[in-house]
């Protein structure tokens, strides 16, 4: 079994949590912070901006910054918002929506263990993820 996010969500925390240390930054110096390219960069930050979390200004004295607190912002929302939003309906051994009268036979634990992580999930904001991360190097 494999529960895995994409680089596109890493890269959007990575985003996140540069832009609150390093309000303005332009989008080269942005895109070398979290390891990608200029030309990556807009496909990382629009959902972040779609969402009303970080705000890009062009022009030569233009950046990004974040306007939201990272408190104010769900582990969740930030991976829906970069892989997009959770499939509950789904079937975790056929892949399509369990039969209603008779479901596969992980349904019921599968609906209760996808619940709980999603709930987890949502009630984590990305500030307190972060305070409880180990600093790089450690």
């Known amino acids: 079994m494999r529960l895995e996010l994409s680089k596109r969500t890493d890269h959007a925390f990575q985003v996140l949590t540069h832009l609150e240390s390093n309000p303005g930054d332009n989008g080269s ?7 990608t390219t200029v030309n990556y960069l807009p ?7 779609e969402k009303g979390w970080i705000q890009g200004t062009s022009g030569p004295g ?3 910054r974040i306007i939201v607190g990272l408190d104010q912002i769900s582990v969740l929302e930030v991976i829906e918002a970069m892989e997009g939003k959770t499939d509950e309906t789904q079937c975790v051994l056929k892949g399509a929506p369990c039969p209603t009268p008779e479901p596969c036979v992980l349904h019921d634990s599968w609906v209760l263990a996808r619940g709980a ?7 984590m904001s990305v500030a307190t993820t972060l305070a409880s991360a180990p600093m790089e190097g450690e």
Not at 117 to 123: F, I, K, P, R, V
Request: avoid cysteine; charge should be negative; hydrophobic fraction near 50%.
């Open 29 to 35: 110096a942005l895109a070398e912070a979290v390891g």
């Open 62 to 64: 233009g950046g990004y």
């Open 43 to 49: 496909q990382l930050v629009k959902p972040l901006t």
């Open 117 to 123: 992580l999603l709930s987890e999930l949502g009630a």
